[in-house]
């Protein structure tokens, strides 16, 4: 009995592989029939969909400027505090104190992604990139600065 009940899981393991192999026989030789890609050799042919969100960024242009006005209504709308808005006072021409982005702190490892705060951003100051290779050793490099050393706002961001 227990014999009889070996062999028939014997013949049913051989007929499982045959049927695998069979399968990949076949995109073996249809090798342009094959869909699945393999990450990470085709980084510089992924295609991600347009709504894959990565991370939040904030774009700046050639001459170092961004448009964020440090207003902090996307640091309010985030649900879990991810984002932490320091700002400080400039001094304009006129002599006046005016409020102006001195950190955008963004702590990845908690963004879930939800687009709430570039939806929130009155003056379309940051964006969700696609970038996903996040992992790091050292927990605290998920904590980014958004706006870049030495950036400005744009003149005519209000
Ligand atoms: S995407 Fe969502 S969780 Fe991430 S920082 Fe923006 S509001 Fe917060
Ligand atoms: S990113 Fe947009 S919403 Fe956030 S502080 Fe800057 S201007 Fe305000």
Redesign the pocket.
């Known amino acids: 009995m227990f014999l009889k009940k070996y062999i028939s899981e014997v013949f049913g393991a051989v007929g499982s592989l045959l049927r695998g192999m069979r399968t990949t026989g076949w995109y073996f030789v249809r090798p342009k029939e094959i869909i699945t890609q393999q990450y990470p050799d085709n980084r510089d042919q992924l295609k991600l969909a347009e709504r894959f969100r990565g991370e ?1 960024v904030m774009p700046h242009d050639e001459h170092n400027e961004h448009a964020c006005t440090g207003c902090t209504a ?1 640091e309010l ?4 505090g ?2 932490k808005i320091i700002t400080k006072f400039d001094v304009t021409p006129e002599g006046k104190k005016k409020k102006a982005l001195d950190t955008f702190v ?1 702590h990845l490892e908690l ?8 939806v929130a951003c009155p003056t379309d100051a940051i964006k969700m990139a696609q970038n996903f290779e996040h992992s790091v050793f050292d927990r605290s490099k998920l904590t980014k600065k958004l706006n870049l050393p030495g950036s400005k706002i744009r003149e005519g961001i209000e």
Do not use: G
């Not at 709308?77 to 879990?80: L, R, V």
């Open positions: 939040v996307c709308a985030c649900p879990n991810t984002i963004y963004c879930t992604m939800c687009n709430l705060c570039v």
